[in-house]
């Protein structure tokens, strides 16, 4: 007859005992998506994350029977999360940084502006700015023209405040 593929199962003394050695893993992975989940759920900075993959990391150790024992899966839980928090946090919020605008809207003021069509004194009409079509508002006295320059003098929203140039 041959021997069950979890021998450690039916140890004398508990019948319970080798079953219990042979699912630690699994809380590990509970234990591991609940910090992933947590990470999710809070506002950012990436410190929560690591000690998910750590936790997520042992359990998978821990089901190839690579870690068995209590205090082993602990310290490659620490080492694991703590060693990862600090090689790879910084490369991933740079990365994350590279994917936000550069300027502000504030920049804009000053910058020249082309007038899509003609704008009265107070009206409205679109003007180009850096590649894109803006709402645009004359703020000075004159009547801007179709094709003329005109500088921004405020945003407000998305539309900006021209004064003929």
């Known amino acids: 007859m041959k ?3 979890f021998r450690d199962w039916l140890v004398p003394g508990s019948r319970l005992r080798g079953f219990w050695l042979n ?3 699994w809380i590990w992975v509970l234990a591991g998506l609940a910090l992933l989940a947590f990470e999710v759920a809070s506002p ?3 410190y929560v994350l690591f ?3 750590g936790a997520l990391a042992v359990g998978l150790l821990a089901a190839l029977g690579v870690a068995e024992t209590l205090w082993l899966q602990g310290v490659l839980f620490s080492a694991l999360s703590v060693a990862s928090l600090l090689c790879f946090r910084r490369p991933i919020l740079n990365k994350m940084r590279a994917h936000e605008p550069v300027g502000e809207v504030d920049t804009l003021v000053g910058a020249s502006a082309v007038a899509q069509g003609k704008i ?3 009206g409205f009409g679109k003007a180009e700015l850096r ?3 803006w709402n645009a508002r004359n703020a000075g006295e004159s009547t801007i023209g179709r094709d003329q320059l005109c500088m921004v003098e405020r ?3 998305l539309t900006l405040w ?3 140039d």
Do not use: I
Request: proline content about 12%; hydrophobic content about 40%.
């Open 23 to 25: 699912m630690d893993w």
């Open 51 to 53: 000690f998910g993959v």
């Open 3 to 5: 021997s069950p593929p």
């Open 162 to 164: 021209v004064r003929a």
């Open 131 to 133: 590649g894109s079509t």
């Open 44 to 46: 950012g900075g990436f």
């Open 155 to 157: 945003v407000d929203g």
């Open 120 to 122: 009265v004194p107070g």
